[in-house]
């Protein structure tokens, strides 16, 4: 008699046992990488000799006017080894400036946050250590501000239409620096700056859903869309960096899949270049080779994998944000499950909002999501509301909350997924009325979701559980 397969899965803040079917393939996480011996040193040999850029002793002079800017702490998913990378390489870069003459006063740090919301002195110290959040004081460190028009520079077109706005540091500091955790194949290299530190203006251009988009991930780095889109607005600004005889030093840095994670690789020069090195060791470390698509797919949802409710509160939308991007969008050629499969999820997604960082999530989810919930729609009628509405302006620029807009982006990203298979599960829902506001069909258990999944697909369906965290990425191959 067929045994089942016992797993214990992640749900939310705890974890779950689950009984598989034993014909179940689970998948397993790329074994860790071995970690640098010496981090330290890393870095400094990679700042001595850049890649595609001058190093630090031929870029800055004394009266040079120097900005670092950094990932924010919704980066890594799972918080790496202390120290953090940030903190680590901005402390030797502000070393290095220090020997070079540079003046304290001229050397300014910014949190790369977009439409994330700003982060308060007490939560940056999380990633860059209390050394330099008491030293530096709100003028020499602090958020980007994706709605100062004075901070802001139009930089103008690219050949496909696409509107780039950036923080004015990025071309007119003597040299800026960007410090990047390299966490997936998505982020890193422009999107760095032409996301990080833009505005709604320019987001909206990639970050709203495509109506035909053709499931091309964002993860697959060689054959994404949105890679290429960053790739032409970061055209603009190396142009106009190069009339001001300038080039961006870029500080990337990978992990490995321990957990915590620990610093695998570390590289500097120019965006792209540096870029290139980097995900060839994002490759190595994250990807897995899988034979086959499934007719079923399991994950269980840990809040630890989710970026935005990080030093916060998860929420429905993130959770299905969660699910559709950061669970069934990680995958090379083709999605695990097959078109017309079913996904099931194991997530107790209570209706619960953070009071001062979710404003506009709590919006969407009571005022529009009860009456619409098709993603192209809700984008046309109620992005440029939620982007300018007043309240959310402000509470995005000085109360710690997300961008009006930021909801409604990530609900537009979960328009492929819905559309790839014919049904989404939450097993484990603790508010069926939720779960349905997500477009979500409520089991109590993993078990009856699979049940119910072999009722409609055979009872001889196959099916995947890939478990997480660790991050990672399947590169689906034919069977």
Not at 129 to 135: A, F, H, L
Not at 146 to 155: G, K, Q, S, T
Not at 367 to 385: A, C, F, K, R, T
Request: proline share 9%.
């Amino acid at each position: 008699m067929p045994q089942p397969i016992l797993q214990k899965i992640s749900y939310g803040d705890a974890r779950l046992e689950v009984k598989f079917p034993e014909r179940t393939r689970i998948l397993r996480p790329p074994e860790p990488l071995p970690p640098l011996k010496n981090p330290e040193q890393a870095i400094r040999e990679a700042l001595a000799s850049p890649i595609d850029h001058e190093p630090l002793s031929k870029s800055v002079g004394p009266k040079a006017k120097v900005t670092i800017a950094f990932d924010d702490p919704c980066m890594p998913m799972v918080p790496m080894k202390p120290l953090d990378f940030r903190e680590m390489a901005i402390t030797l870069l502000l070393e290095e400036l220090d020997k070079l003459g540079v003046p304290k006063q001229n050397i300014r740090l910014i949190c790369a946050n977009a439409l994330h919301r700003k982060w308060t002195r007490r939560e940056l110290a999380t990633i860059l250590g209390t050394k330099i959040t008491q030293t530096l004081g709100p003028s020499h460190l602090y958020c980007h501000d994706a709605e100062d028009p004075e901070n802001l520079l139009f930089l103008g077109e690219t050949d496909r239409g696409f509107e780039v706005e950036v923080n004015r540091a990025v071309v007119e500091s003597d040299l800026f620096i960007y410090v990047n955790i390299t966490n997936s194949a998505m982020n890193g290299g422009w999107k760095s700056v032409v996301v990080g530190l833009s505005s709604f203006r320019s987001i909206r251009h990639h970050h709203r859903p495509f109506p035909g988009a053709s499931g091309k991930s964002v993860m697959d780095h060689k054959r994404s869309s949105f890679q290429k889109l960053l790739g032409e607005m970061g055209v603009l600004v190396d142009r106009e960096l190069e009339k001001r005889g300038r080039r961006i030093l870029s500080l990337e840095s990978v992990l490995n899949t321990a957990i915590p994670p620990e610093l695998i690789a570390v590289f500097a020069g120019h965006p792209v270049k540096t870029h290139e090195e980097t995900l060839k060791v994002i490759d190595r470390q994250q990807v897995l080779p899988v034979q086959g698509q499934s007719d079923v797919m399991v994950y269980g949802l840990s809040n630890q994998m989710d970026h935005y409710s990080k030093l916060s509160t998860i929420n429905p939308i993130l959770v299905r944000n969660l699910g559709l991007s950061y669970s069934f969008g990680l995958y090379h050629n083709r999605p695990v499950v097959r078109e017309g499969g079913i996904l099931i999820l194991a997530h107790p997604c209570p209706p619960t909002f953070h009071p001062l960082h979710q404003p506009s999530y709590k919006a969407l989810f009571e005022e529009v999501l009860p009456q619409l919930q098709d993603p192209y729609e809700i984008w046309d009628v109620y992005s440029e509301d939620y982007a300018h509405r007043p309240e959310f302006v402000h509470k995005y620029r000085y109360g710690y909350a997300y961008h009006g807009s930021h909801p409604l982006i990530l609900w537009g990203q979960g328009a492929f997924p819905l559309r790839h298979v014919s049904q989404v599960f939450l097993a484990g829902a603790t508010d069926a009325e939720t779960a349905q506001l997500l477009g979500f069909v409520p089991f109590a258990s993993v078990e009856e979701a699979i049940e119910e999944a072999e009722n409609s697909l055979g009872k001889d369906c196959s099916i995947t559980y890939q478990p997480m965290p660790p991050f990672y990425i399947a590169k689906v191959e034919t069977a």
